[in-house]
């Protein structure tokens, strides 16, 4: 998938909803037209963190994705998006057009490694291309259908 780079920025006041809705206080908060990034210093954090679905909600529109470096991958990630419909998605392509360029800039790095790690889990190959981000990994389908694209008579 080739998506456009939507960057989060750093954020001078951090909503108190965000720091109670996560079990474990990030080190850095950024934001984009998206969500907000909680950075953690240990992908630990990432792992062992609990989320209030009941409290992130109250972040609306914005969904929270909480993110670290990584040993085996250059970073990991989890998304809460109880605000559009759900607790915690297993792998989410969109979160990645701000995850790559952040880690990217990081970790001096093109080509990232990335792991989604949600229950279920996925893996994702990030490119940063000047503006845009190419993401790509193995898919698991959830719907199969047909659609009809109907003109309507003007």
């Known amino acids: 998938m080739n998506f456009p780079s939507r960057t989060p920025q750093p954020l001078a006041n951090i909503p108190c909803d965000l720091l109670e809705g996560l079990s474990i206080t990030p080190r850095e908060v950024l934001r984009n037209n998206q969500a907000y990034f909680a950075i953690y210093a240990d992908e630990e954090d990432i792992l062992q963190l609990q989320q209030d679905p009941a409290r992130l909600a109250k972040l609306a529109p914005y969904d929270v994705v909480v993110t670290a470096q990584s040993r085996q991958y250059d970073f990991i990630s989890r998304y809460f998006w109880p605000t559009n419909g759900g607790a915690e998605d297993p792998v989410t392509g969109s979160i990645h057009t701000g995850l790559a360029p952040y880690w990217g800039e990081k970790l001096g790095k093109s080509n990232l490694i990335a792991f989604q790690a949600s229950k279920r889990g996925g893996l994702l190959h990030c ?8 993401i790509s990994g193995n898919a698991v389908p959830y719907l199969s259908g047909v659609i009809d694209v109907v003109e309507k008579d003007k």
Not at 127 to 134: C, K, M, N
């Open 127 to 134: 490119q940063l291309d000047g503006e845009r981000v190419i």
